[in-house]
């Protein structure tokens, strides 16, 4: 089992110096991913950082940790130009880039940012926005007229440090965003899914694709070793390989329960 941490950039946590704290505790510690929250706007507030300028502080801080979102909703951006963003990411970090891929849920966002659409479409340009950024991670010039993206003569150089393209981890359930996962995607992290639920798709998956890395979001913070001991078996069951902890103790806590993690349990299943 690996373990991943998600740093909750919203409202008391904009803090660089706590973010910076964090992040270099959670690498030494030995978590292997850190995550953040990509929103503009959220239904609690509008506090926000942008995700990938705030990526790219923490990339500056850190040498080994795996930097991505928990997740990206990609009808909520141009992506020929996510794609560029992401690719100067994974060069800058030197090739530790995960793009977690969404459709988007907060229309009050997307209303005031992009475009909402029913789900529907949503998923639509999911498929076509990843389809596009791949290909122009992966070939030197592109032309694409899609239903709801194109570009002309576009080239991305240089070209992102992993290949044949950064990692990228869905975060949905839902059967067609299943299918997009399954063709373009590394991994799979949903939010808020019972281990029920999770084992029986996760298994439906590994039939289909045996190289996909499986990840469970905790969204609910476990707070004692046992709790963290039963889960961590149960998702071993289930054939999961990463554990991404969304914690959101208060700021000043959240050092604290990273070296606690890391000394109780880190160590232990690692």
Request: proline share 6%; net charge positive; hydrophobic share 40%.
């Amino acid at each position: 089992m690996k373990f991943g941490i998600v740093y909750p950039n919203t409202d008391e946590y904009l803090k660089p110096e706590l973010a910076s704290e964090v992040s270099i505790r959670a690498e030494r510690a030995g978590f292997k991913v850190l995550l953040t929250w990509d929103h503009y706007m959220v239904p609690r507030t509008n506090r926000t950082m942008d995700a990938w300028t705030f990526l790219s502080f923490i990339a500056a801080r850190t040498n080994s940790i795996q930097l991505g979102t928990c997740v990206t909703p990609i009808p909520l951006r141009n992506p020929a130009i996510l794609a560029k963003i992401v690719a100067t990411l994974d060069v800058l970090s030197g090739g530790r880039v995960l793009l977690g891929a969404g459709a988007g849920w907060h229309r009050p966002e997307f209303d005031a940012f992009s475009v909402w659409d029913e789900p529907k479409i949503r998923v639509a340009k999911v498929e076509e926005g990843i389809h596009l950024i791949t290909t122009l991670w992966k070939e030197e010039r592109v032309s694409y007229k899609g239903k709801y993206y194109s570009v002309k003569d576009a080239s991305i150089e240089p070209k992102p440090v992993q290949k044949p393209y950064p990692e990228i981890w869905f975060g949905s359930t839902g059967r067609k965003m299943l299918s997009i996962a399954l063709r373009f995607g590394t991994g799979w992290i949903p939010t808020m899914i019972d281990l029920d639920k999770y084992t029986n798709i996760s298994s439906t998956l590994l039939r289909k694709r045996p190289d996909l890395k499986l990840a469970y979001n905790l969204y609910d913070p476990l707070y004692d070793y046992h709790s963290y001991v039963d889960l961590i078996e149960k998702l071993n069951d289930a054939k999961c390989q990463y554990l991404i902890i969304n914690w959101r103790y208060k700021p000043d806590e959240m050092v604290k329960r990273i070296d606690w993690f890391a000394k109780e349990l880190i160590n232990s299943f690692s």
